[in-house]
């Protein structure tokens, strides 16, 4: 099995997580006729997925809750070293984390709602950290095409630490009228796998980078071989991949399966139920800031690839008559892309020959 001792060590443990997964789709499963009561039905197999989806009419809507993690908690410690103020950037983040995931069965955000929670009310009375927070939300959902909706600010004193904050939230998107969900049911041997590029961190492996650079002489102020703050580097925001899931949507090209590159890494790529072998063959570059992270705890090629994005932020699987197409999509709406693979028959694994990687179908079971 692939490892990931160093996020094991850092508190995030995928083994116990996933399980946890598990579990809770077995029993939410359970509640699934109650839809019936609201004239809605669930659509089946998109429990699992990055978003739940369901049909109430003639629309078909996918819904999501996801949070940031503790990627805010380097912006706390970056601007007590540095006096420079990272706040929206995780709101972005925070707000990519969740929209990424609704846009990944082809639905198009049409409202997102937030959730942030103190330790102490008086985290808002620094008024630069709380305004660049409300305007970096803003800013994020009018990227995503979506409105923001409301949401929720809880002082959870005893619970949050005094001066930390949590941001996480939820989306409505809406399947777009002559498409049906994108839930990975139709993928094929011989399709291609596109990846879009990362732009670093995003909102996934904060803890290990806290822990790499609390064993920093420098800490976050560690200079990069690019001469960048390692912390500045850490807190370059996600992109949202809205406008390209927007504008694949309005051409013929019919995405398989697309998935956000979080948590497991390059995982994601077999999170289809299609029991096939993903072949890579083509790598992004890896953003510095994840080779310091890797090199610096000695992670294999196999626990880097399956911990952190390196440098694949998004997944879409097309037919192969169609990844350059797609490739041009994420172009022209100011996204770098390439073909990075194709899936082939054979049993659920992935394989990343130039790094010599491969990894089995227990590798990430989440259902």
């Known amino acids: 099995m692939a490892t990931q001792r160093e996020y ?14 598990r579990d809770a789709i077995a029993l939410a499963a359970s509640t699934a006729p109650l839809a019936a009561l609201s004239g809605a039905v669930e659509v089946p197999g998109s429990r ?20 940031l993690g503790t990627k805010s908690i380097i912006a706390d410690q970056y601007l007590r070293l540095t006096g420079e103020s990272r706040y929206a950037d995780i709101a972005k983040d925070a707000v990519a984390a969740i929209v990424n995931d609704v846009i990944s069965v082809g639905a198009v955000p049409v409202t997102v ?42 002082a959870l004193p005893g619970l949050v630490a005094p001066e930390a904050i949590e941001l996480a939230g939820s989306a409505l998107g809406v399947v777009p009228a002559g498409r049906e969900p994108v839930l990975g049911r139709d993928v094929t041997p011989g399709d291609a796998i596109v990846l879009l590029h990362s732009t670093g961190l995003h909102a996934n492996g904060a803890s290990l980078a806290r822990l790499v650079a609390a064993g ?5 102020r560690t200079r990069l071989p690019s001469g960048r703050d390692f912390g500045d580097a850490l807190l370059d925001p996600a992109p949202l991949y809205a406008a390209f899931v927007r504008a694949l949507l309005a051409t013929p090209v019919v995405p398989k399966f697309m998935n956000a590159i979080t948590g497991h890494g390059f995982l994601k790529i077999m999170r289809t139920p299609l029991a096939a072998r993903y072949v890579v063959t083509n790598l992004p570059p890896v953003p510095e800031v994840l080779k310091f992270i890797a090199d610096d705890r000695k992670m ?10 390196m440098g694949a932020g998004y997944v879409v699987v097309v037919p192969a008559e169609n990844a350059d197409e797609t490739v041009e999509v994420a172009r022209e709406t100011g996204y770098q ?22 990894y089995a179908d227990d590798d990430m079971r989440l259902s």
Do not use: M
Request: proline share 4%; glycine share 14%; with cysteine.
């Open 8 to 21: 094991q060590r850092s508190g995030v443990d995928y083994e116990v997580l996933d399980r946890v997964k």
């Open 48 to 67: 699992g997925s990055s978003a739940y989806v369901l049909k109430v009419g003639d629309l078909t809507l996918a819904t999501v809750v996801e949070g």
């Open 113 to 154: 709602t937030a959730y942030f929670a103190t330790g102490d009310a008086a985290w808002y009375g620094d008024e630069r950290k709380s305004g660049e927070l409300l305007r970096g939300w803003r800013e994020a959902c009018e990227s995503a095409g979506a409105v923001w909706g409301g949401g929720e600010s809880p």
């Open 216 to 220: 920093l002489p420098a800490g976050l």
């Open 300 to 309: 294999s090629p196999a626990e880097a690839y399956s911990t952190l994005n």
């Open 337 to 358: 892309a390439l073909v990075a693979g194709h899936v082939e028959q054979g049993p659920r694994s992935l394989v990343i020959p130039e790094l010599g990687v491969s």
